[in-house]
């Protein structure tokens, strides 16, 4: 829904997310987008084609969950000459801490909670147990979803393009079910199997494929205790596992003690990289040689 400037405001405050609208064209007729995160500029520019212009995406993998994160000039710029900006939602701690400010800084932009619709997951362990999980990219049927507000977001914004965010959506969606099956087929033999993992950001996926992780981390950005890492070193020999993931931003030292503890090895896998598909065929893949043994 299209609220009037002069109702967003106070909607804002009581709902923390909007959806606002500029259908003002830029002078090259292409939308510029703002995504709180990388593989949100996939689904963003898969859905919108050519009528996309510039994807400016913001926290970086190496930011963990972006809550202390300062935005850079350039992209403070970008979000002023945004369009559209596609949130994580699902309370995802960098928009929770910097919306108002970007709100502020482009009051006539669209602002989308790409959550909503999703069965969202709460953390059950550590010092954040009860709050929402926000890693819901991570898991394809959860995209699936996220594309479709993102289309609904573009249309309202660009109704002129509808035809053409419409049939790129079905035709990523299609992909996108088509990545479900294969991943869920290449799963099943593994049916609730364990992966030892520090930061444990695939809950989505997990809870999609019948898989348990076993977290290093026992809170974000923080080193886990060395109590923490030999209870994980007793919990992953008890399960017989011999493979530790990691992300690529993960200080690699608490991984590689929990595998060589495990008599194991350290294996990187990407839940931020931006070629969405590809990914997750990747992650798939990896997993199972990991669970081969």
């Given at each position: 829904m299209i609220i009037g400037a002069l109702l967003l405001s106070g909607a804002m405050l009581a709902t923390g997310y909007?959806?606002?609208?500029?259908?003002?064209?830029?002078e090259n007729g292409?939308?510029?987008?703002?995504?709180?995160?990388?593989?949100?500029?996939?689904f963003v520019e898969q859905v919108g084609g050519?009528?996309?212009?510039?994807?400016t995406d913001i926290v970086p993998i190496q930011a963990g969950c972006g809550h202390d994160y300062e935005m850079t000039p350039k992209q403070m710029k970008a979000v002023s000459g945004a369009r559209l900006y596609?949130?994580?939602?699902?309370?995802?701690?960098?928009?929770?801490?910097?919306?108002?400010?970007?709100?502020?800084?482009?009051?006539?932009?669209?602002?989308?909670?790409?959550?909503?619709?999703?069965?969202?997951?709460?953390?059950?362990?550590?010092?954040?147990?009860?709050?929402?999980?926000?890693?819901?990219?991570?898991?394809?049927?959860n995209v699936i979803i996220i594309v479709q507000n993102i289309c609904t977001a573009l249309i309202k914004a660009d109704p002129a393009g509808t035809s053409i965010y419409e049939s790129n959506r079905d035709a990523f969606i299609r992909e996108l079910s088509q990545l479900d099956n294969e991943t869920r087929d290449a799963l099943k033999p593994y049916s609730n199997r364990t992966l030892c993992i520090y930061h444990p950001a695939w809950p989505y996926f997990a809870r999609d494929y019948n898989l348990t992780q076993l977290p290093i981390e026992e809170v974000e950005e923080q080193?886990?205790?060395?109590q923490r890492i030999q209870n994980v070193i007793d919990e992953a020999k008890a399960l017989h596992l011999t493979v530790v993931y990691r992300s690529p931003a993960d200080d690699p030292s608490s991984s590689e003690t929990v595998a060589e503890g495990i008599g194991g090895h350290v294996v990187v896998i990407n839940h931020m990289a931006e070629d969405y598909i590809n990914n997750i065929h990747d992650v798939t893949i990896t997993l199972v040689n990991g669970f081969k043994g």
């Open positions: 909007s959806i606002w609208a500029n259908s003002e064209p830029n292409k939308m510029s987008v703002v995504v709180t995160l990388l593989p949100y500029k996939d050519d009528r996309i212009g510039e994807v596609v949130a994580v939602g699902a309370s995802h701690e960098f928009e929770e801490a910097n919306l108002d400010k970007i709100r502020e800084q482009n009051p006539d932009m669209t602002i989308v909670d790409t959550s909503e619709g999703i069965s969202l997951l709460t953390i059950t362990e550590g010092e954040e147990a009860g709050a929402t999980n926000p890693h819901v990219w991570t898991s394809p049927r080193a886990p205790s060395p």
